[in-house]
């Protein structure tokens, strides 16, 4: 078989641990969606056109619960609003045809970013299409296996709920593991999650994400680290977190 | 559900678009490179809490809450999100039989 550079068989092998990832957890997004109603069709659609991960998880929970549009833009804005970094190291300048320059931005996930900025290191336009390109089509393919067969698991299986506690929980640790300022974000969370309590259960999601989005605003500010510390090393530990994220 | 994809495809896409264009002027800037170091963990840590939110009993809580751990000890024992996620998988589903 041949694995040169820029091959699909080369793609194939490199996305290995986005495939792990997304495979399941694409199964386990098309399964949870069709439990809560939706035409199966609607699972590898979402996939297709939002291809976010766990964003995608909410939002159809979001349209079950029947929130308006607003909430689901500032909800997105908020989940997704670690994205903002990621292109600020995204290779772009490898990117040249129209569609490249579109479409490179639009699959860059967490999975795809931690690839290509410490795994993969593509060097043509082809290899890191073909890279962001392959981890799309094993999450649409996911969320189809799992919105078609989902359906045939009986209603008295409740498994799929644990997949956003689950996905979270492992995410909130791998965040964490790469943090440098670990106290003040839990505590930062902590109270953010006190004040979104207090808050109607609706509110509860935006509530928390503003208030922590705001302490973390006031912790730089007002109790930033050390000028002599080095933020090339945080920005590496932001990196390093966002392996693992959908 | 439609538009409700549509919008949020939208707004995920400009997040990602939006920095590859401005990528150059702002890179340098330390400030924002601390907030977004910081955000990750607390938003994941909110987004756990709210999934705990929707449990329907006390029995469930206390299934997601043993499942997500039972995950997260099998992750830093393996270092291997999915066998991690999938031992959470496990337990959560097994206990469902007996509660």
């Known amino acids: 078989m041949n694995t040169e550079k820029g091959s699909l068989a080369w793609a194939l092998r490199v996305t290995v641990p986005v495939a792990m990832g997304y495979l399941p957890l694409g199964m386990a997004f098309g399964a949870y969606s069709v439990s809560l109603g939706f035409a199966p069709y609607l699972a590898p659609l979402t996939a297709l056109v939002v291809f976010a991960g766990s964003i995608e998880f909410l939002l159809v929970g979001l349209v079950a619960a029947s929130v308006g549009l607003a909430q689901i833009v500032v909800t997105t804005l908020l989940v997704n609003s670690r994205h903002i970094f990621y292109g600020f190291s995204y290779p772009s300048h490898l990117l040249h045809s129209p569609f490249a320059k579109v479409y490179g931005p639009y699959a860059l996930t967490d999975e795809a970013y931690a690839l290509i900025s410490s795994g993969v290191h593509p060097t043509t336009q082809r290899e890191l299409l073909l890279v962001q390109g392959v981890s799309h089509f094993y999450w649409v393919f996911g969320a189809a296996v799992g919105a078609f067969a989902g359906g045939l698991v009986p209603d008295s299986f409740d498994g799929f709920d644990f997949a956003l506690t689950g996905l979270f929980s492992l995410l909130f640790v791998d965040a964490l593991a790469g943090a440098s300022r670990r106290v003040a974000i839990l505590a930062a969370a902590g109270v953010s999650i006190g004040v979104g309590l207090l808050l109607p259960r609706s509110l509860f999601l935006l509530g928390a994400m503003l208030c922590y989005a705001l302490l973390c605003v006031l912790l730089v500010r007002f109790a930033g680290s050390r000028p002599g510390r080095s933020s090339g090393r945080r920005g590496h530990g932001s990196a390093t977190a966002a392996e693992g994220t959908v | ?99």
């Open chain 2, 1 to 99: 559900m439609i538009p409700a994809i549509i919008v949020c495809a939208a707004v995920t896409f400009s997040l990602r678009f939006v920095p590859v264009l401005v990528a150059h002027r702002y890179r340098d800037r330390e400030d924002l490179q601390e907030f977004a170091a910081l955000l990750p963990a607390g938003l994941m840590l909110i987004l756990v809490v709210y999934t705990l939110l929707e449990a329907d009993s006390g029995a469930q809580l206390g299934r997601l809450l043993l499942a997500a751990a039972v995950s997260v000890l099998v992750k830093l024992g393996t270092k291997n999100f999915l066998v991690g996620f999938v031992a959470g998988f496990l337990v959560y589903s097994l206990s469902g039989l007996l509660f």
